[in-house]
């Protein structure tokens, strides 16, 4: 590039060609989609652009094209905020989806399993009633009585050891169970809270108007037209420091 025409390039052009290419060089195509669209005025990169003068065609049309393409309300921004949320609905469809699935796995476990635990609730009951009624007798037995053979004695306290211990632990067994059983109902009730909550976002992100395979090429060719605007703003600093 010749010295005179480095000298009519002013400053404040060279200035923000050079934050363009810094940009750039860290912000992919759809990141700086994201920021003008979700980030707020202040992320808007063009607000400072000044009148380029003096620049070559091409550098002129490259500014030209990366402002169009991401200027906030571009046609190109809209495609890619509709995509984006398609993007986040489906995601969030697939949410929705896996939690009932969950919660339709748990329905029927707790279903199928209802009868049998229903019907083990009822013999915990028994045991523990025995339990008690084994405890009760061996604190009789340990109290001797008049008429009763040491011997004897003995053979009943072994007799009810044996079906105490038989009993807790069909107890301990049986509650584990119930525990178990209590534990996934807790859990299908989460689940359940959960899945109306995960409906409401669904229904929080609105539908996104318009044909998404004509978005897809929209953003796309922006896209190329971006990334070769970009290599030509490179190469214009690279052979302006050179």
Do not use: W
Request: charge should be negative.
């Amino acid at each position: 590039m010749a010295a005179a025409a480095r000298e009519d390039i002013h400053p404040a052009t060279m200035a923000y060609i050079r934050h363009l290419v810094e940009v750039f060089r860290t912000t992919s195509f759809h990141d700086a989609c994201y920021d003008q669209n979700y980030m707020g005025s202040d992320a808007d990169i063009f607000r400072h652009r000044p009148g380029t003068t003096a620049v070559p065609d091409d550098v002129d049309a490259a500014l030209d094209a990366i402002e169009e393409i991401l200027r906030k309300g571009s046609p190109t921004l809209a495609a890619d905020e509709r995509l984006d949320i398609l993007y986040n609905r489906t995601l969030q469809e697939e949410t929705v989806g896996a939690v009932e699935d969950a919660v339709a796995s748990m329905e029927a476990q707790v279903a199928g399993e209802r009868d049998i635990v229903d019907a083990k609730k009822l013999r915990l009951k028994a045991v523990r009633a025995a339990v008690a009624e084994y405890r009760d007798g061996l604190a009789a037995l340990m109290t001797p009585a008049d008429g009763v053979e040491e011997q004897e004695a003995t053979a009943s306290v072994m007799s009810l050891l044996e079906r105490l211990d038989a009993a807790e632990s069909e107890a301990a067994a049986l509650a584990a169970d119930v525990d178990g059983f209590d534990g996934l109902v807790e859990q299908l009730a989460a689940a359940r809270e959960r899945l109306v909550e995960e409906k409401a976002r669904l229904d929080a992100i609105p539908v996104p108007s318009g044909d998404h395979r004509k978005d897809d090429v929209i953003v796309f060719r922006a896209a190329d037209r971006f990334n070769r605007s970009v290599r030509v703003l490179r190469e214009f600093v690279a052979q302006y420091d050179a």
